[in-house]
């Protein structure tokens, strides 16, 4: 009998290979939820803390930003701040643990295949389980400010939702790539997430920026996009299209970098972690 012979070997040319992701969704499934449990574990309030750590930093830029130093936006600050940091949340927290998940998981990424893509896209997956809660939270203050929503909410907030998970997801999975060749990137990451946060509108508004140049370089960050659309339902000023059209197309080359360094660097990351 003519035994049969397998050979693994690396695509011979880019591809996302989109059907063995579907076929190892179940594993997705398994490393989101062991995400979860391993960042609430021996926790006493557990999930409770991806309400409470936007909440209380909202109360602290309330009382600085807004009551000390009187900046100005076009609605009630306090939901105005909050709903910058929930979408921060899931932007900074799909980064922080995509970047780390290939290092993290070295010991089954040597022991078993299975698509290395699944690593950071279940963290950010985790992520966005706090942001759901966060979101619910938000509605909450809607009703406690008497802020005012406009029905565009249903489709910007998607919209936005879309950009900040894609925004993430592609930097995510550079660094992720990145970090297991080159170590370096783990501590020049807390750094790079502070510039972000401080280049993103979330406890000032882009429409106090008053030099063009610099206002259209601060949409480079795809957050601010994403923001500018989220914000939109609470107030009636216009949209500055402009820099969320920056935004978009900074994502998405952030996306096709961030997919094809990382399929170049899957054939032989269990050889480096």
């Not at 790079?192 to 960050?221: E, G």
């Not at 939109?232 to 969320?244: A, C, E, L, N, T």
Request: proline share 5%.
């Amino acid at each position: 009998m003519q035994q049969k012979e397998i050979r693994i070997k690396p695509p011979g040319s880019f591809s996302l290979d989109l059907s063995e992701l579907w076929q190892h969704r179940e594993l997705l499934y398994f490393f989101v939820w062991r995400d979860i449990k391993v960042k609430y574990k021996q926790t006493y309030l557990g999930i409770l803390w991806a309400i409470l750590q936007p909440a209380l930093l909202m109360t602290i830029f309330y009382f600085v930003f807004s009551r000390t130093f009187n900046v100005s936006v076009n609605m009630n600050y306090p939901v105005f701040a909050f709903s910058g940091l929930i979408l921060w949340g899931l932007f900074s927290s799909g980064i922080s643990n995509s970047s780390d998940s290939l290092i993290n998981n070295s010991a089954m990424i040597r022991k078993i295949y299975f698509p290395k893509l699944l690593m950071p896209l279940a963290s950010l997956c985790a992520a966005f389980i706090d942001f759901v809660f966060a979101f619910i939270l938000l509605f909450v203050l809607l009703v406690v400010f008497n802020q005012p929503v406009h029905w565009d909410a249903f489709y910007l907030f998607p919209l936005s939702i879309l950009i900040t998970f894609i925004s993430s997801f592609s930097i995510g999975t550079l660094l992720s790539a990145m970090s297991v060749k080159y170590r370096d990137f783990r501590y020049l990451l807390p750094f790079l997430i502070q510039v972000i946060f401080f280049c993103s509108q979330i406890v000032y508004s882009t429409s106090s920026v008053k030099s063009p140049s610099i206002k259209t370089l601060l949409f480079i960050n795809p957050l601010n996009g994403a923001l500018e659309f989220f914000r939109k339902p609470f107030h009636s000023d216009p949209i500055y299209m402009h820099g969320v059209l920056i935004s978009i197309i900074s994502a998405c080359i952030l996306l096709l970098t961030g997919l094809f360094y990382f399929k170049k660097t899957e054939a032989y990351i269990s050889d480096l972690v």
